[in-house]
């Protein structure tokens, strides 16, 4: 009876560790050395990973903190501290353990770090005369061991409200890797949601703006869905299709993103993405697997089915053709798509199209342009602009347009330069050299680019140009920045008495380069300033070091073209 028991309770765990491992990835992971960052049961994400971001994919597992900051955050193994980070944006303040199976866990956000691991920060901030820092500590300075609590959960850094994210990495590539390979349990036995499907006339040409698109409204639910008062589709020529699908989890959980789309074509896979792991330098690729001009101009994600010859992601398999189906030979064809969360639920789009070379919808003509292909480095030049676009900056063949328009009033030191249009994704960014004025002579050292929005592109003055670097196409034209930061005290003034009084608070904004440095001085030494980028807050923390009596604050702020706001005064502590 007691082996009958034991051998009932092996296949018991034997089923649910195979459950846990996820059943797309060719790949085996350690699915019982890891044990929660939380102790908050049960867990709930707030963003899963892969989750599609505006110009990245979901990098981990965002899990909720019932809107509070300060639970303890555990190692989830053995280990040491890999990395410590201090960001304006970003992560805030993060810790990285280094685990000997070949993982780094990574977590964010955090509103402070434990005493050992938050003194060598203070140490290095103070040593270096910086907030922020990004030092990789050597192996034996900081172990950890599985459950030691290592920070506390927070609000910091680009976070959009309190909540911990987590990531697995692999230690030798960096690649990020889902964390529910590892067997970290999400309660779900919610299947993926199908919102609708879209299919498009591609007709041997590249994926751009242009590419005539239909919408297909989907209903049904709990797993099973089919198209709306459509029982087949005519379709003729080269076509691809796309889908709108989020994902929930049980319990308190937001909508997040799906882990697989497998697309068939008469019993055989033509097109899969499963989000196991991607490399951080791939994320921005997202704009390429996403349908991009309708992303830009409704904020809506339609996850495309076929794959843009430049795209570098390596989510794809079982591809034929690229996703791109022909449907050339009059017979009847049945499709499915197969939607799978982290957890392996399920949800399956069945369709027929009827192929038909009646119902080839051409492509609209484009206004001619200058032929680029994407696996080139591709120059344009003039007389008053330059551009260069990197190879691998481009996802697809473009069809490239250039515009000029006058100059703008006010702030402007040269014509607005359309390079292309917004709704050609890019890759790596292009190198952009528009001609100055003569005017601009005498403020060569505080020029930049600005978008016609009036967002600084960066920028530096060469030889009669300015040259910046942009991300996106767009119009841009030179601009100057001569204004300093702004910094208003908040509970600070001259002469006051700060006794009793936990930190001095400042609001800290600068109006077009971005800020580069704050520095705060007591009595002409370094004191640690902090700032919080989404709410424009600076503040230094009192910890005993300054002594009772009168001193001299002085904070000195810095933006990007070298304007400086300098504020002193006396206080008495």
Request: charged letters at 20%; glycine letters at 10%.
């Amino acid at each position: 009876m007691i082996k009958a028991n034991f051998l009932l309770l092996t296949l018991v765990l034997c089923s649910f560790i195979a459950d846990a491992q996820q059943v797309f990835s060719n790949q085996k992971y350690p699915l019982v050395d890891f044990r929660s960052p939380l102790d908050i049961v049960p867990p709930a994400l707030a963003g899963s990973f892969g989750e599609l971001r505006a110009n990245h994919f979901h990098s981990g597992m965002d899990f909720r903190t019932n809107q509070r900051e300060g639970y303890p955050v555990y190692a989830i193994a053995d280990g040491y501290v890999s990395r410590l980070r201090v960001q304006n944006s970003g992560f805030g303040l993060a810790v990285y353990l280094t685990h000997p199976n070949g993982y780094t866990s990574v977590y964010g956000h955090l509103s402070r770090f434990n005493p050992k691991i938050g003194q060598q920060v203070k140490t290095l901030q103070y040593l270096r005369k910086s907030y922020e820092i990004d030092d990789f500590p050597a192996t034996t300075l900081i172990p950890v061991r599985k459950g030691d609590v290592i920070a506390y959960t927070g609000n910091t850094g680009s976070s959009g409200g309190p909540h911990l994210h987590f990531e697995i990495r692999d230690s030798k590539t960096e690649a990020t890797i889902n964390p529910q390979l590892f067997g970290f349990e999400i309660p779900d036995n919610i299947p993926p949601v199908i919102y609708s499907m879209y299919v498009y006339r591609l007709n041997q040409k590249p994926f751009n703006e242009l590419t005539p698109k239909q919408y297909f409204q989907v209903i049904g639910g709990a797993g099973n869905y089919k198209l709306n008062q459509v029982n087949t589709i005519n379709l003729g020529g080269e076509v691809g299709f796309g889908v709108i699908s989020t994902d929930k989890h049980n319990g308190a959980s937001g909508t997040n993103g799906v882990y697989s789309i497998e697309l068939e074509l008469d019993g055989k896979v033509v097109f899969t993405s499963s989000l196991e792991r991607f490399k951080f330098e791939n994320s921005k690729a997202i704009n390429s697997h996403i349908d991009y001009p309708s992303f830009i101009n409704t904020r809506k994600s339609i996850q495309k089915s076929f794959v843009d010859p430049g795209n570098p992601l390596g989510i794809y398999s079982n591809l034929v053709n690229n996703g791109r189906i022909n449907f050339n030979d009059g017979k009847l064809h049945q499709l499915k798509y197969t939607i799978t969360d982290g957890k392996g639920n399920k949800s399956v789009l069945p369709f027929k199209v009827q192929a038909d070379e009646k119902a080839v919808l051409k492509t609209p003509e484009q206004t001619p342009g200058i032929a680029y292909a994407y696996g080139n480095v591709n120059e344009f030049n003039n007389a008053e602009v330059k551009v260069i676009l990197p190879k691998g900056t481009l996802y697809n063949d473009l069809n490239f347009q250039y515009k000029t328009f006058p100059k703008p009033a006010g702030n402007a030191f040269s014509a607005i330069h359309q390079i292309h249009n917004t709704l050609t994704p890019l890759h790596l960014g292009f190198e952009l050299w528009i001609k100055a004025d003569s005017s601009l002579e005498k403020y060569k050292e505080k020029a930049l680019i600005v978008n016609k929005g009036g967002g600084s592109q960066g920028g530096a003055f060469d030889n009669g140009y300015v040259k910046a670097n942009p991300r996106n196409f767009g119009s841009f034209y030179i601009a100057i920045d001569t204004i300093p930061p702004t910094l208003t005290p908040l509970n600070i003034s001259d002469g006051k008495n700060m006794a009793g009084i936990s930190k001095m608070s400042f609001k800290l904004r600068d109006n077009l380069s971005g800020l580069k440095s704050f520095n705060g001085y007591v009595d002409g030494k370094w004191i640690l300033m902090e700032f919080d980028s989404k709410t424009a807050s600076l503040w230094h923390t009192f910890d005993g070091s300054i002594a009772p009596g009168k001193h001299i604050l002085e904070v000195i702020v810095t933006d990007m073209k070298g304007n400086n706001r300098n504020y002193s005064i006396t206080f008495y502590k």
